[in-house]
């Protein structure tokens, strides 16, 4: 079984698009996080989110924007996508927001053209 | 500015070699230190160290860490193909999502 997957893998958009990644985990986790790795390999996380707060690492942009249905999902709604948001998007989770407990997804490639 | 560097940028090596990586990291209220081996997809975590002069140990893998002078090293004896990947240091500040990441190193084993 899959402990965290995201869909889609691949997602080629245009500019200016609005697009959502989906992520879930079936590992009872209560904290979920989304990380930004560009073509150089570096990775950023973005947010984080457990039952309690949402918390976001201030460089993000606001056209970025997490939605948590229930506590095993955690999406990632992008609008007016532009082109420096290409990259590598990561979802993980963890319990208590323990970063080396870690478990992350396979990753969605987003390319905006 | 919190930062974390990593070197060489990338290494090339042969199979039986054995390698250093190396994390430099300036980070407010340090926690902890995690290092994590991606190879085509997802990173895997490898070791988290909080303590200095203790060392981690995983088969051919260790890792050490100086919290006085700021670094941990990362240290693989004779390499195999399958270490080939990219090996990422994070530092874990407190405070919540405070976890930076270096560029990583690029390790390739050549047979």
């Known amino acids: 079984d899959t402990a965290v997957s995201q869909t889609p893998k691949y997602l080629v958009t245009q500019m200016g698009n609005d697009k959502s990644i989906k992520c879930e985990q079936n590992l009872g986790h209560d904290t979920m996080y989304w990380y930004k790795q560009d073509s150089k390999k570096f990775l950023k996380i973005m947010f984080s989110?457990?039952?309690?707060?949402?918390?976001i690492n201030e460089t993000v942009p606001n056209r970025f924007s997490p939605k948590s249905p229930d506590k095993a999902h955690l999406n990632l709604h992008i609008n007016s996508l532009e082109l420096g948001d290409s990259a590598v998007y990561f979802c993980a989770s963890s319990q208590e927001s323990v970063f080396y407990e870690q478990y992350f997804g396979p990753g969605t490639r987003l390319t905006v053209t | 500015e919190d930062k974390v560097v990593q070197s060489p940028l990338s290494l090339v090596v042969h199979e039986g070699d054995t390698v250093t990586l190396n994390c430099s990291y300036e980070?407010?209220?340090?926690?902890?230190l995690l290092w994590y081996k991606q190879e085509k997809k997802a990173p895997t975590f490898l070791f988290m160290l909080t303590s200095s002069g203790i060392e981690k140990k995983s088969g051919r893998l260790s890792s050490i860490l100086d919290k006085k002078e700021l670094f941990s090293i990362l240290n693989i004896t004779a390499t195999q193909t399958g270490d080939s990947a990219v090996y990422l240091c994070?530092?874990?500040?407190?405070?919540?999502?405070?976890?930076?990441f270096g560029t990583g190193t690029r390790l390739t084993v050549i047979p």
């Open positions: 980070v407010t209220n340090f926690r902890s």
């Open positions: 994070a530092v874990e500040a407190a405070g919540a999502n405070n976890l930076f």
């Open positions: 989110y457990n039952n309690k707060e949402l918390i």
